[in-house]
T-cell receptor, first 116, second 111 residues
C-alpha cells in the first residue's frame, strides 16, 4: 500500500501523559499536513511542512504541541501533558511537489486519541 | 476568511433514492473544490474534485458542478446504496497551503 500511513491507529492515555504520533506520507510527496478532527466536525488545520521545514502553524497548535519532520520524510506530532480536550482524531495528509499532481491532499486513516 | 457551509445532517434515505447534499463556499480568488467521504473509523477519501468554474467532478455515481455564480458545489447521486452511508465533507483550497472543510453531513441509507 503506497498511501499515507499513520501509527498508531488508536491511543488511550491518561491526562497529563505525553503522546507521539507518526505519519509516513506518500513517497516523493514533499508537502505534509496535520489536521485535527473532533466529533461531528470537519478537520481543522494544525501545521504544514514542505520538506523538513515547518512553514505554518495554526493558532490551534498550543505550546504543548510540537511537530517535526527531520529528514523531510516521515513526521511526528507530540502532545505533552495531554488534556481531555485533546481527545480527537489526528489526521495526516500529503501532497506532491508544487507544480506536480492535482490540488487534492491525500489523507491517512488517522490516529484516534482518547484522554481519560 | 475562506469558509465552507454544508447542509446539516443527518440525511436519511431509502436505497435507490436521489441524494443532494448542499454546499456553498466563501473564498478569495478561485478555489479548487472537493468532496471527501469518511467511512466509520476511517480517514478521508477524495470522492471528486473540480478546479474551475463549470467543471463537473464525478466518481462512483456521485457528481458535483462548480457554480461560480452561486458559489456552490452541491453533491448529487441518482440512486444511493446502503454502502454509501458515510460522512461527506465539502472542502476548498485556494492558492494557499491548506484545505478548508465544512462540518460534514452524515448520510444514512436504509435497505
Amino acid at each position: 500500500d503506497t498511501g499515507v500511513s499513520q501509527n498508531p491507529r488508536h491511543k488511550i492515555t491518561k491526562r497529563g501523559q505525553n503522546v507521539t504520533f507518526r505519519c509516513d506520507p506518500i513517497s516523493e510527496h514533499n508537502r505534509l499536513y496535520w489536521y485535527r478532527q473532533t466529533l461531528g466536525q470537519g478537520p481543522e488545520f494544525l501545521t504544514y511542512f514542505q520538506n523538513e521545514a515547518q512553514l505554518e502553524k495554526s493558532r490551534l497548535l498550543s505550546d504543548r504541541f510540537s511537530a517535526e519532520r527531520p529528514k523531510g520524510s516521515f513526521s511526528t506530532l507530540e502532545i505533552q501533558r495531554t488534556e481531555q480536550g485533546d481527545s480527537a482524531m489526528y489526521l495526516c495528509a500529503s501532497r506532491p511537489k508544487p507544480g506536480t499532481g492535482g490540488p487534492e491532499a491525500f489523507f491517512g486513516q488517522g490516529t484516534r486519541l482518547t484522554v481519560v | 476568511g475562506d469558509s465552507v457551509t454544508q447542509m446539516e445532517g443527518p440525511v436519511t434515505l431509502s436505497e435507490e433514492a436521489f441524494l443532494t447534499i448542499n454546499c456553498t463556499y466563501t473564498a478569495t480568488g478561485y478555489p479548487s473544490l472537493f468532496w471527501y467521504v469518511q467511512y466509520p473509523g476511517e480517514g478521508l477519501q477524495l470522492l471528486l474534485k473540480a478546479t474551475k468554474a463549470d467543471d463537473k467532478g464525478s466518481n462512483k455515481g456521485f457528481e458535483a458542478t462548480y457554480r461560480k455564480e452561486t458559489t456552490s458545489f452541491h453533491l448529487e447521486k441518482g440512486s444511493v446504496q446502503v454502502s454509501d452511508s458515510a460522512v461527506y465533507f465539502c472542502a476548498l483550497r485556494t492558492g494557499g497551503f491548506k484545505t478548508i472543510f465544512g462540518a460534514g453531513t452524515r448520510l444514512f441509507v436504509k435497505a
